[in-house]
């Protein structure tokens, strides 16, 4: 988790520095070592993560994932188009993340479009990486979840 | 012609016997070609879209016996829609992008030609979902290939050298085609895709000799672009009346409305109409977007040679669920209450099956082909408007509001999988999705050439919802048009997202998600064969002679909507998702490559 975190800071002024403009760095406190999605989720039973709600803030990475489930799979586990995130983002820090969101990849059976210029991913793109690191640390579920706060 | 001359000598020089017509119009060339049973000529095998052929040497009796008589790879990974088309001793074989098309000798099966157009990769991911794409047309010595990056072009069927190629959409604004195109008289008639990305959906008709652009028909906005009559152009019988579209939107929304148009056209000869549906209104959020969104989700009527609008009829108005109109409509000639009536028949993705007088857009049937359908009660048949249960309408939950257990999902009881009509048992024969949805609509902003899609959604097994204990994602059925009833129907372990095949052998032939050629009983629906191809099939079932023998041949290459449940890796969990952990299964079954198979008796 130590380095993770590292990652995710630079990752972010990255972010910041390749031209997204509405990045809200909502990062803990310096000095703190949680993942991006910490405070974020609220389970009702440990380790049951059916029994887990997240905020708004986060549901706003779900939605933004909605935009990814055409090639990624409706889980994000991948399909005959993308290959997992779930998995790619145990593979991947934010730097690459960013770079690959904001310019687009061209993979051998796939291309994946820039999304740099796209409000609907780059308004919550701290989200988004939150849900998707969640989902790859296997902190949540696939699918849609309830909101704690509404 | 005199351009055509040497190739023609040349083909002939080669051993090649394509039958190419001399002196006829393209409506007798194509009409003739596709009333040869030895043929199958274009993607329905006739006009009528009925995918049905009279060959009988394979029938109900020998076909436990099939056997592979040979294969072809394409090369290509993505899913692959559609099916060969042969005619006389050529096959030709067409791929998801980058479209590469094959002329085959069918006496030897060595390449003839092949021809693999260049086109933009940046075109792939404005693709919604896979960069798949459902095949040529022929007409006199020339093969219409509809590339992905919306350039339509014309091939010498000869010798696979570019004869015209014209431009039909932006890519950089989200168009992209996936139809395969139909030629009527002198025009090639061709659609456009990118309803997720907020493009205006059009019919347009291309001359087939130079590629100039005839007439075009957007499915919204003022009644002259949609070459719409106010006082002739009848919906439920009655004019549609002025601006029809425009006042069913807010504001400006229709401009980037979708209405989109990349499903299979028919025609009719004697009435001279050519029939295709709209796709999705954009974006996916209904409450954005008040109205009935018309000329959306709409079967269109149009005079072949004007394109002006003889009827519409919108099967889903205002749509809260993407359930597309582009299905295919089926043209048959079947006896209703006593009266043999011309119709079209069309399995919409809204789960219900439509019957209409194909000559006036009357709405005669319209009844649920999957019964797990729970979004409307029924079809109010006085106004043909859907009667939507307030429970599972997006809109009326309201943005932010998760919808829950919505059947169908929003890839439709069926999507674009065609299917087949046989006139000797008068059953429409239908591959079929049984899966079910949570939906929740939420705002996006429009940037052009992006994707606008403004919903979250979870598919599932419509068991779950029925609470009938089954966990089938599909069902292949066999439906009766005039009554709006299902006569049989045959589970399956995953949408059935293959084209139909009705043969004079009363058995019909589909693929499956896992690789399965299948061909069943055309009265019962009993299995009598059935043998795995290298993948998943999302393509259809053809079938042709050559020297005498029948044979029949099915792209496999799983990928398309369906492809997208199949996870690529199987970890993770799928908790309350059991569903898509169906979906997930299929890649125990099957994994990418596109290959033609073919069977033939011993």
Redesign the interface.
């Given at each position: 988790m130590i380095q993770k975190f590292g990652v995710t800071v630079a990752g972010l002024v990255a972010g910041a520095m390749i031209g997204a403009g509405n990045l809200v760095v909502t990062a803990a406190a310096e000095g703190a070592e949680p993942p991006p999605y910490e405070g974020h989720i609220q389970c009702e039973t440990e380790g049951d993560?059916?029994t887990c709600q997240i905020d708004l803030w986060l549901t706003r990475g779900?939605?933004a994932?909605?935009?990814c489930?055409?090639?990624h799979?409706?889980?994000?586990?991948?399909?005959?188009?993308?290959?997992?995130l779930?998995?790619k983002l145990r593979e991947i820090d934010l730097d690459r993340f960013m770079e690959v969101v904001v310019n687009?990849y061209?993979g051998q059976?796939?291309?994946?479009?820039g999304?740099g210029?796209?409000?609907?991913v780059m308004n919550y793109i701290d989200q988004l990486y939150a849900y998707l690191l969640a989902?790859a640390d296997?902190v949540l579920?696939?699918?849609?979840l309830k909101r704690y706060d509404r | 012609m005199i351009t055509r001359i040497p190739s023609l000598i040349a083909a002939i020089a080669m051993g090649l016997l394509v039958a190419v017509p001399v002196s006829v119009s393209a409506n007798d060339d194509v009409k003739a070609l596709s009333a040869d049973v030895n043929n199958w000529a274009m993607w329905g095998r006739t006009y009528d879209g009925a995918r049905y052929s009279p060959l009988s040497e394979i029938n109900a009796g020998n076909v436990g016996s099939l056997q592979v008589a040979w294969t072809f790879s394409t090369g290509v990974l993505r899913g692959h829609e559609g099916g060969p088309m042969v005619i006389g001793d050529t096959m030709f074989v067409h791929t998801p992008f980058p479209n590469k098309v094959f002329s085959i000798n069918l006496a030897d099966q060595t390449i003839n030609w092949a021809y693999v157009p260049v086109q933009d990769p940046s075109v792939i991911p404005v693709m919604c979902c896979d960069t798949v794409y459902r095949g040529l047309a022929y007409a006199e010595g020339k093969i219409f290939l509809q590339q992905a990056d919306t350039t339509l072009v014309a091939l010498d069927a000869n010798s696979g050298e570019v004869i015209w190629s014209v431009v039909n959409g932006d890519p950089s604004a989200g168009s992209t085609n996936t139809n395969a195109p139909i030629v009527v008289n002198d025009k090639v008639y061709t659609g456009i895709s990118g309803g997720e990305f907020g493009v205006r959906g059009f019919l347009a008709a291309y001359n087939i000799n130079d590629g100039s652009l005839v007439w075009k028909g957007y499915s919204t906005g003022p009644d002259d672009e949609m070459l719409i009559d106010p006082e002739n152009t009848t919906h439920m019988l009655e004019p549609v009346g002025p601006n029809s579209s425009l006042d069913s939107w807010e504001g400006d929304q229709w401009k980037i409305g979708g209405g989109t148009t990349w499903g299979w056209f028919t025609y009719d000869p004697d009435l001279n109409l050519i029939y295709y549906g709209t796709g999705n209104p954009s974006t996916w959020n209904p409450v954005v977007r008040p109205g009935d969104n018309k000329w959306s989700m709409t079967i269109f009527a149009r005079d072949a040679d004007t394109g002006m609008a003889r009827w519409v009829y919108q099967m889903t108005p205002h749509d809260e669920w993407d359930y597309d109109g582009v299905n295919e409509g089926i043209l048959a000639d079947i006896e209703i209450d006593g009266v043999t009536r011309k119709v079209i028949v069309h399995f919409d993705r809204n789960g219900f099956g439509y019957t209409l007088d194909r000559a006036t857009g009357e709405l005669l049937v319209a009844e649920k082909y999957d019964p797990a359908t729970n979004w409307a009660t029924h079809v109010d048949m006085e106004t043909g408007r859907p009667q939507v249960v307030a429970e599972y309408s997006t809109d009326q939950q309201g943005e932010d509001v998760n919808t829950q257990n919505i059947c169908p999902a929003a890839l439709g009881s069926k999507d674009q999988q065609p299917a087949a009509f046989s006139p000797r048992t008068g059953l429409f024969y239908v591959p079929t999705n049984h899966v079910c949805m949570d939906y929740e609509p939420f705002r996006v902003e429009y940037v052009s050439g992006q994707p606008y899609v403004g919903a979250t959604l979870s598919m599932f097994p419509a068991g779950r919802v029925t609470g009938d204990g089954t966990d089938n994602l599909g069902n292949f059925i066999a439906w009766d048009a005039a009554k709006g009833e299902i006569v049989w129907s045959v589970p399956e372990q995953f949408s059935v997202w293959s084209g139909a095949l009705a043969t004079g052998g009363d058995i019909v032939f589909y693929g499956t998600l896992d690789g399965r050629l299948k061909a069943v009983d055309a009265n019962s629906g009993a299995e009598l064969y059935s043998f795995k191809t290298p993948s998943g099939i999302i393509g259809n079932v053809n079938t042709w002679t050559f020297e005498g023998k029948q044979y029949v041949g099915v792209l496999s290459g799983v990928g398309g909507w369906a492809g997208i449940g199949m996870a690529a890796g199987l970890e993770g969990d799928t908790d309350g998702l059991g569903a898509v952990g169906a979906y997930r299964g299929l890649n125990q079954h099957t994994q990418l490559g596109g290959v033609l198979t073919v069977f033939a008796l011993p």
């Amino acid at each position: 988790m130590i380095q993770k975190f590292g990652v995710t800071v630079a990752g972010l002024v990255a972010g910041a520095m390749i031209g997204a403009g509405n990045l809200v760095v909502t990062a803990a406190a310096e000095g703190a070592e949680p993942p991006p999605y910490e405070g974020h989720i609220q389970c009702e039973t440990e380790g049951d993560l059916s029994t887990c709600q997240i905020d708004l803030w986060l549901t706003r990475g779900y939605r933004a994932f909605s935009q990814c489930q055409v090639c990624h799979g409706l889980t994000g586990d991948g399909s005959t188009i993308g290959p997992s995130l779930v998995r790619k983002l145990r593979e991947i820090d934010l730097d690459r993340f960013m770079e690959v969101v904001v310019n687009g990849y061209e993979g051998q059976i796939g291309v994946m479009p820039g999304w740099g210029t796209n409000p609907n991913v780059m308004n919550y793109i701290d989200q988004l990486y939150a849900y998707l690191l969640a989902r790859a640390d296997g902190v949540l579920p696939a699918g849609r979840l309830k909101r704690y706060d509404r | 012609m005199i351009t055509r001359i040497p190739s023609l000598i040349a083909a002939i020089a080669m051993g090649l016997l394509v039958a190419v017509p001399v002196s006829v119009s393209a409506n007798d060339d194509v009409k003739a070609l596709s009333a040869d049973v030895n043929n199958w000529a274009m993607w329905g095998r006739t006009y009528d879209g009925a995918r049905y052929s009279p060959l009988s040497e394979i029938n109900a009796g020998n076909v436990g016996s099939l056997q592979v008589a040979w294969t072809f790879s394409t090369g290509v990974l993505r899913g692959h829609e559609g099916g060969p088309m042969v005619i006389g001793d050529t096959m030709f074989v067409h791929t998801p992008f980058p479209n590469k098309v094959f002329s085959i000798n069918l006496a030897d099966q060595t390449i003839n030609w092949a021809y693999v157009p260049v086109q933009d990769p940046s075109v792939i991911p404005v693709m919604c979902c896979d960069t798949v794409y459902r095949g040529l047309a022929y007409a006199e010595g020339k093969i219409f290939l509809q590339q992905a990056d919306t350039t339509l072009v014309a091939l010498d069927a000869n010798s696979g050298e570019v004869i015209w190629s014209v431009v039909n959409g932006d890519p950089s604004a989200g168009s992209t085609n996936t139809n395969a195109p139909i030629v009527v008289n002198d025009k090639v008639y061709t659609g456009i895709s990118g309803g997720e990305f907020g493009v205006r959906g059009f019919l347009a008709a291309y001359n087939i000799n130079d590629g100039s652009l005839v007439w075009k028909g957007y499915s919204t906005g003022p009644d002259d672009e949609m070459l719409i009559d106010p006082e002739n152009t009848t919906h439920m019988l009655e004019p549609v009346g002025p601006n029809s579209s425009l006042d069913s939107w807010e504001g400006d929304q229709w401009k980037i409305g979708g209405g989109t148009t990349w499903g299979w056209f028919t025609y009719d000869p004697d009435l001279n109409l050519i029939y295709y549906g709209t796709g999705n209104p954009s974006t996916w959020n209904p409450v954005v977007r008040p109205g009935d969104n018309k000329w959306s989700m709409t079967i269109f009527a149009r005079d072949a040679d004007t394109g002006m609008a003889r009827w519409v009829y919108q099967m889903t108005p205002h749509d809260e669920w993407d359930y597309d109109g582009v299905n295919e409509g089926i043209l048959a000639d079947i006896e209703i209450d006593g009266v043999t009536r011309k119709v079209i028949v069309h399995f919409d993705r809204n789960g219900f099956g439509y019957t209409l007088d194909r000559a006036t857009g009357e709405l005669l049937v319209a009844e649920k082909y999957d019964p797990a359908t729970n979004w409307a009660t029924h079809v109010d048949m006085e106004t043909g408007r859907p009667q939507v249960v307030a429970e599972y309408s997006t809109d009326q939950q309201g943005e932010d509001v998760n919808t829950q257990n919505i059947c169908p999902a929003a890839l439709g009881s069926k999507d674009q999988q065609p299917a087949a009509f046989s006139p000797r048992t008068g059953l429409f024969y239908v591959p079929t999705n049984h899966v079910c949805m949570d939906y929740e609509p939420f705002r996006v902003e429009y940037v052009s050439g992006q994707p606008y899609v403004g919903a979250t959604l979870s598919m599932f097994p419509a068991g779950r919802v029925t609470g009938d204990g089954t966990d089938n994602l599909g069902n292949f059925i066999a439906w009766d048009a005039a009554k709006g009833e299902i006569v049989w129907s045959v589970p399956e372990q995953f949408s059935v997202w293959s084209g139909a095949l009705a043969t004079g052998g009363d058995i019909v032939f589909y693929g499956t998600l896992d690789g399965r050629l299948k061909a069943v009983d055309a009265n019962s629906g009993a299995e009598l064969y059935s043998f795995k191809t290298p993948s998943g099939i999302i393509g259809n079932v053809n079938t042709w002679t050559f020297e005498g023998k029948q044979y029949v041949g099915v792209l496999s290459g799983v990928g398309g909507w369906a492809g997208i449940g199949m996870a690529a890796g199987l970890e993770g969990d799928t908790d309350g998702l059991g569903a898509v952990g169906a979906y997930r299964g299929l890649n125990q079954h099957t994994q990418l490559g596109g290959v033609l198979t073919v069977f033939a008796l011993p």
